[in-house]
């Protein structure tokens, strides 16, 4: 099994900055692609960002030029920065992962979600 573990949430002005972390542990062999994606109320969950292990990335239109996805492969880990927040980035913001387990299984996984709320 692969746990994900989100934090840095919380609440910021508009214009405001941001910063997510996720942390993933667990039976982990190898990790191919870790994102976050979004989801507000009443909306379906959506991509924000995603980066793969070579370091390739790639953001949704909304979000380009003002988020940020990096990752650290030695810690299974991956940050999303996010600058210049408005009010539509309100959301709870998922960390997903996928890959490869020790038990040479492919798995993906979702960490529980935190919270981002862009408001005056």
């Known amino acids: 099994q692969v746990q994900l573990v989100e934090s840095g949430g919380g609440l910021v002005q508009p214009g405001g900055s941001l910063r997510l972390s996720c942390a993933a542990s667990?039976?982990?062999?190898?990790?191919?692609?870790m994102g976050w994606y979004r989801q507000a109320p009443g909306k379906q969950r959506e991509l924000v960002a995603t980066i793969t292990s070579d370091g390739s990335v790639n953001y949704a239109d909304r979000v380009k030029g003002r988020f940020a996805i990096s990752g650290d492969n030695a810690k299974n880990a991956a940050y999303l920065q996010m600058n210049s927040l408005k009010p539509e980035d309100t959301a709870v913001y998922y960390c997903?992962?996928?890959?490869?387990?020790?038990?040479?299984?492919?798995?993906?996984?979702w960490g529980q979600g935190t919270q981002v709320t862009v408001s005056s």
């Open positions: 997903n992962a996928g890959g490869f387990t020790t038990q040479r299984r492919d798995f993906t996984s």
């Open positions: 667990g039976s982990i062999l190898s990790i191919i692609v």
